[in-house]
DNA sequence: GCAGCAAATTGTACGATGTACAACGACACT
DNA sequence: AGTGTCGTTGTACATCGTACAATTTGCTGC
């Protein structure tokens, strides 16, 4: 006796069926965001997504071609507006100061999108031209051209992501209990001959240093370093310039 | 009628049950590498897997605790030993330099598993204490310490990930013919009005920048963009030398 | 040699998931 | 009223991860 596929939440009283659509495209977006920022990637899938819009699974389907599109919308929601605003007077470095800020706090108001971003990103701030002429005329007032300007660009673009993927991709899922207790306790016992700086300096870096890390970046942002990163990566584009 | 459940490859003689097991911990890791190569991630299946290693699916289970776990091993071989050897009278800066190469080199060998990266790697490079120690001894040598060696270690795993995850992550799958020449297009659509120093470089970016490309890193690799950004990445930890 | 045990694999089965596809209702315009 | 299109319901299925029981095989102590 299979049970019947589970009904739409039969309480809100949606708009009957063509007259004003229940859905759409925007609608489930903001859905499937929703859903992840709740319950993770890992865990997202089209019938929950479906119930909490209190319609049938394939429904959904009308609005959106498959389930990536929808991930792939919800990276580009995320980071839509990332591009910060020119300002007049505007000194390259503030410039990319507010950018590497603001992309870092797209990310932490939805940490569970980090790890979508990797997988998506080539294709993805879906050629957002103000993004990439934000960039652009950043280096270039600095001073770049040519193959340096490309050299500058791409390694914008590689800093920006590199940092922030790594703080808030989530740890090692679900057992987190154990699991970080396994890995401070691997730290405990690490051997100052065979490593003798990262055992010099482990109270430094304990939890405060990729791979040595049992929290993510929602529970323990790496505030300092980035604010250093971002201050490396700004040197490193100042050694470009000549 | 259902199919009977696909018998193993009848062909390759096994050896028989126990004697000498016909799998391994590593003949899966070592098979599931392979069939990512060959097929993606996104592609890789337990059935194909057990198909590839001439046994029932279930039989890996014997070996390996689920398919997450497989993946992790398999990112953990493809970068296995990317910290370079010490040598005698190692300049702080050639060490790096070495590591990055390495990096970058190990994701090409297997460009199919560097979406992987992101989303494993915060656990990932399993606590591998040699490349730790390997990144915090040059940055000592370089003369950081305290809060700035943290600092500096954290930009340079940042940097590493960065610029090779997105130079091989896949595009957009699939129907690359199609998607192709639509990047292309909307790449000759840029309104020089809006987008000036876009327009203004567009011959220059066209495929060698992130965003702008329609080729994968295995096929169109960013090698001068990256020498450049390793360049780029020294200088900013000279930077935080005071 | 043989009983029994453990290791490793075969086979079966099931629930979750993505998605195709065929109704079907509701409004919009004739 | 008739008809077509939009948006949704409802059904159905193939694929996949994995639990679990049955079975085979070699190894060990007797």
Excluded: C
């Amino acid at each position: 006796m299979p049970s019947p596929p589970r009904p739409p939440r039969a309480t809100a009283a949606r708009k009957s069926a063509a007259s004003k659509p229940a859905l759409s495209r925007e609608r489930v977006i903001e859905a499937a965001l929703a859903e992840i920022d709740e319950r993770g990637v890992a865990a997202f899938n089209l019938r929950n997504l479906a119930e909490r819009l209190a319609v049938y699974p394939t429904a959904v389907y009308w609005h959106v071609p498959n389930k990536t599109a929808i991930l792939a919308e919800v990276v580009a929601v995320v980071f839509r507006d990332v591009a910060p605003q020119q300002r007049k007077n505007d000194d390259w470095r503030s410039y990319l100061r507010r950018l590497f800020q603001r992309y870092r706090e797209s990310a932490r108001r939805h940490p569970n999108v980090a790890p979508l971003v990797a997988a998506h990103l080539v294709g993805n701030l879906r050629i957002d031209f103000d993004f990439v002429e934000g960039v652009l005329a950043a280096l270039s007032a600095a001073g770049l051209a040519g193959a340096r300007l490309v050299a500058g660009y791409n390694a914008v673009v590689a800093a920006l992501i590199g940092f922030v993927i790594q703080e808030f991709s989530p740890l090692p899922e679900a057992d987190t209990e154990q699991w970080q207790s396994a890995v401070q306790q691997r730290l405990l016992g690490v051997d100052p001959a065979a490593h003798p700086v990262l055992a010099a300096n482990l109270p430094l870096l304990a939890n405060k240093a990729f791979i040595l890390r049992w929290q993510n970046g929602s529970e323990a942002p790496l505030d300092d370093s980035y604010a250093s990163f971002v201050e490396q990566v700004l040197a490193g584009l100042e050694s470009l310039r000549e």
